[in-house]
């Protein structure tokens, strides 16, 4: 079956500007996370949607946002972008207690 | 609070040769325990997971994992590394009473020479 697929791969944006990431779980899971990774902080975790719910979020400012779909697809935004926001974002979904199933990520530069 | 260290940044071995990449883990209520690696540009893939049962897992591509309560630990093993096994790894943990949140390791890089 499909893995977890986020759009788009690579993304470039001026610092002020807005992103907005797309994540679609594998076909099933209703849970899915998103993960920023960058050299000096490694992987944090930014929340975690369950049915269209937020169940959980990480210590980021109000800046980073997120939402889930009915399909379980989910997005997360980005507002007022700063040069530190560059980072790879990782999206993962869950079913029950199986392992999270990560996404290649979206890899984000501002410049 | 739950934490994971990975108290090296690079372990190197040479090709046939075991492999161990150390994870210790400090958690409040009972630990949910994954070990994932990533190769350059991609995502992370999972490898092997410890939730309850047999301390000792098996993964992925020859991986096994030993979960040890009273050491806290969770270290990676392999009995013969291949160069190909050559990336980054990360543990991380669970803690049940923090929901479905996962705290990452820092990250072991691994390299097997051939």
């Known amino acids: 079956k499909a893995g977890v697929t986020q759009t788009p791969r690579y993304l470039i944006k001026t610092r002020g500007q807005q992103v907005t990431l797309s994540c679609s779980p594998i076909?099933?899971?209703?849970?899915v996370s998103w993960y920023q990774q960058t050299p000096g902080q490694g992987l944090q975790f930014l929340f975690e949607?369950?049915?269209?719910?937020?169940?959980n979020k990480g210590n980021f400012p109000g800046r980073f946002s997120g939402r889930q779909f009915s399909n379980s697809r989910s997005e997360m935004n980005v507002s007022t972008l700063e040069l530190g926001d560059s980072a790879l974002y990782l999206c993962?979904?869950?079913?029950?207690?199986?392992?999270?199933?990560f996404g290649s990520g979206t890899r984000l530069t501002v410049v | 609070a739950q934490s994971v260290a990975q108290p090296e940044d690079q372990v190197n071995v040479a090709e046939g040769n075991p492999l161990t990449v150390k994870c210790t883990y400090s958690?409040?209520?009972?630990?949910?325990l994954f070990w994932y690696v990533q190769y350059p540009n991609r995502g992370l893939q999972f490898l092997l997971k410890?939730?309850?049962?047999?301390?000792l897992v098996k993964g992925s591509y020859g991986f096994e994992a030993e979960f040890n309560k009273s050491q806290t630990s969770f270290h990676l093993k392999k009995p013969s590394a291949l160069v190909s096994d050559s990336a980054l790894y990360f543990c991380?943990?669970?803690?049940?009473?923090?929901?479905?949140?996962?705290?990452f390791g820092a990250g072991t890089i691994l390299r097997v020479k051939s």
């Open positions: 993962a979904s869950r079913a029950g207690e199986e392992g999270y199933t």
């Open positions: 076909s099933g899971h209703r849970s």
């Open positions: 949607y369950f049915s269209e719910t937020q169940r």
């Open positions: 958690v409040s209520g009972n630990p949910y």
């Open positions: 410890y939730i309850t049962g047999d301390n």
């Open positions: 991380a943990v669970r803690d049940e009473e923090y929901g479905n949140k996962l705290v």
